[in-house]
């Protein structure tokens, strides 16, 4: 596991978006594992930004969302789908074909993760996968448990998941308790895994996922055991590591 400690969170964002154009530019139909929620705002802006100097063609790119919430539509304000247009597909030359997320409005979910698993075989498997990582060591929507969870999957949503992210959410209320998640083992298949955390709430999770022994109950920690896996952190994370 490679350990990069960034001063901040721009610098953090920065050196991450140098490793994902450097993979686009290297292999122009690569596929990319993509992340939501707060921690990869500023690597998106800075892939937009090298896409709009003329840097980056994103044109043969594939990409394959972590996790989508249960219950929403894609043009429901706080899906994931949203998000992922807003922040990324919308200012980029993807297309939209070649973008997957799972549907958490899906009728049958057993069938949708199914679906979406052998979407991602049919694809050859991500490239290089961008993780966020959950104050509760969660990756993707893994949350701690007694094991690790293979494929993807439905899962409940962790008290400590609840309250980092309904502010994201008109009323806590209507925050989703359940979200579709690609597996612990999808996230090991991956060819290379990059994992970004900032600021000192992240601080415990990221030592857990480091220093930690691999365990079920701090998912993160299973990516000592990736071949080749990448941890970009500002100081502020880093800080029980150093
Ligand atoms: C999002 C995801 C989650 C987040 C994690 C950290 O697609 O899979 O694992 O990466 O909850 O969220 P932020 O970045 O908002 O702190």
Not at 214 to 228: E, G, K
Not at 239 to 242: G, K, M, P, T, V
């Given at each position: 596991m490679r350990i990069v400690v960034a001063k901040d969170y721009d610098q953090?964002?920065?050196m991450a978006a140098i490793v994902v154009a450097s993979r686009v530019i290297l292999q122009p139909d690569c596929v990319l594992g993509l992340a939501t929620g707060q921690t990869p705002l500023g690597l998106y802006r800075n892939l937009v930004e090298f896409y709009r100097h003329g840097d980056?063609?994103?044109?043969?790119?594939?990409?394959?969302?972590?996790?989508?919430?249960?219950?929403?539509?894609?043009?429901h304000p706080c899906s994931y789908h949203r998000y992922m247009e807003?922040?990324?597909?919308?200012?980029?030359?993807?297309?939209r074909e070649n973008c997957h997320i799972p549907r958490g409005d899906a009728e049958d979910l057993e069938e949708e993760c199914r679906r979406y698993e052998e979407a991602i075989c049919a694809a050859g498997g991500v490239d290089l996968q961008i993780l966020g990582l959950g104050v509760d060591g969660h990756i993707g929507f893994n949350e701690p448990d007694v094991k690790f969870e293979g494929s993807t999957h439905v899962v409940r949503l962790a008290q400590s998941t609840?309250?980092?992210?309904?502010?994201?959410?008109?009323s806590p209320e209507q925050m989703p308790r359940f979200a579709i998640s690609m597996g612990i083992k999808t996230i090991m298949r991956?060819?290379?895994?990059?994992?970004?955390?900032?600021?000192?709430?992240?601080?415990?999770?990221?030592?857990?996922?480091?220093?930690?022994e691999?365990?079920?109950?701090?998912?993160?920690?299973?990516?000592?055991?990736?071949?080749?896996a990448t941890i970009i952190v500002d100081e502020k994370a880093a800080?029980?590591?150093?």
């Open positions: 953090m964002s920065r980056l063609d994103f044109s043969r790119v594939t990409t394959f969302n972590l996790d989508e919430y249960v219950g929403l539509a894609p043009d807003d922040n990324l597909f919308s200012h980029v030359n993807i297309p609840l309250e980092a992210n309904s502010r994201f959410f008109p991956a060819r290379r895994v990059l994992l970004l955390a900032s600021g000192e709430e992240k601080a415990r999770a990221v030592r857990g996922a480091v220093l930690g691999v365990t079920p109950d701090l998912p993160a920690s299973i990516l000592q055991l990736h071949p080749n800080s029980l590591i150093r």
